[in-house]
Every structure is written in C-alpha cells, then in structure tokens.
C-alpha cells in the first residue's frame, strides 16, 4: 500500500496550504482517511479524519482552520490548512488502516 502526500512546505504565518495524499482505489474507498502530524521533540498526534461517508474529526487546536476532503474520483484526500500558526509547523503524514506515508514538511515562519 502506498500513500503519497504532497503539498507542503515554507509559508508565512496567516497563510495557507493544501496537502494532498493519493493512495490506490481499494483501501481508500473503503477506510477511513486521516492526516496526523509530528513536530520536533513531541509525539504524532491526530489532525484530522474523515470517513467513507464524508464525516469529519478535527483536533481542537485546527477547528476552523483547517478542513479535510476526499475526493473518491481520484482516490485523493486533501487538508486545506488555512490561517497557519508558527505551531503547525511538523511533518504531516497521512495515514490509512495502519499504513503511513513518508511525510510532508510544513514549516510555518512568524
């Protein structure tokens, strides 16, 4: 199983970002698909999830800033990450039924 996330990189504090992670056809339209994120010194923690039908799980420190989609057409999940804080800065993995992917860095400048 393959999951490929890209989108990241160096932004500015109150920009924006949108990570994408394409993975095959069969494991993402049956499972449920989330992106989590690991900054330096700490643990990876849930960024947000979203099911086969379309519902969604935020962490509290992105609600309202950042918003997860699927789009079953192109076996694709997307994290639009708005209004980006210093300390969203981490590598951002995607992740599928106990597969990772190999991670996008995010660093957000203040």
């Known amino acids: 199983v393959q999951l490929v996330e890209s989108g990241g990189g160096l932004v500015q504090a109150g920009g924006s970002l949108r990570l994408s992670c394409a993975t095959s056809?069969?494991?993402?339209?049956?499972?449920?698909m989330a992106w989590h994120r690991q900054a330096p010194g700490k643990q990876r923690e849930l960024v947000a999830a979203?099911?086969?039908?379309?519902?969604?799980t935020y962490a509290d420190s992105v609600k309202g800033r950042f918003t997860i989609s699927r789009d079953n057409a192109k076996n694709t999940v997307y994290l639009q990450m708005n209004s980006l804080k210093p300390e969203d800065t981490a590598n951002y993995y995607c992740?599928?039924?106990?597969?990772w992917g190999q991670g996008t860095q995010v660093t957000v400048s203040s």
């Open positions: 992740f599928c039924r106990g597969y």
């Open positions: 056809g069969t494991i993402f339209s049956s499972n449920t």
């Open positions: 979203i099911t086969i039908g379309g519902s969604t």
